[in-house]
């Protein structure tokens, strides 16, 4: 069964710094990309990151660009995003996300993304 938990969230100050970490099971993640994706309020799921299964190449929407940093780890089965110089337009719940690759590949799309986490709340603010 496959299976993606969130973990790392919480409440920290505007330009402060939290990593988050998703835990992935039931599937090979080489043959996976992973995407990190968030939701505010009120708002839909948008697309934050996303890292390609094995050149560990990586993509950012602009707003997170220079801050926010996505990894992975196969052999742990774990994906990381380090997210420094946070703002409270940042404030929303995290979600990682998986789709099985046949060649090196990554999308920011929400729809080619089968496999979601259950989501971890982060909210900046002093």
């Known amino acids: 069964q496959v299976q993606l938990v969130e973990s790392g969230g919480g409440l920290v100050q505007p330009g402060g710094s939290l990593r988050l970490s998703c835990a992935t099971s039931?599937?090979?993640?080489?043959?996976?990309?992973i995407g990190w994706f968030r939701q505010a309020p009120g708002k839909e799921r948008e697309a934050v990151s996303c890292?390609?299964?094995?050149?560990?190449?990586?993509y950012y929407v602009d707003p997170v660009k220079g801050r926010f940093t996505i990894s992975r780890d196969n052999a742990r089965n774990m994906v990381y995003l380090q997210m420094n110089s946070l703002k409270p337009e940042d404030t929303a719940v995290y979600y990682c996300?998986?789709?099985?690759?046949?060649?090196?590949?990554?999308?920011?799309?929400?729809?080619?993304?089968?496999?979601w986490g259950q989501g971890t709340q982060v909210t900046v603010s002093s």
């Open positions: 996300a998986a789709y099985r690759i046949f060649f090196e590949h990554c999308t920011l799309l929400l729809s080619y993304y089968d496999y």
């Open positions: 039931g599937f090979t993640l080489d043959y996976y990309a």
């Open positions: 890292i390609k299964s094995r050149d560990g190449s990586t």
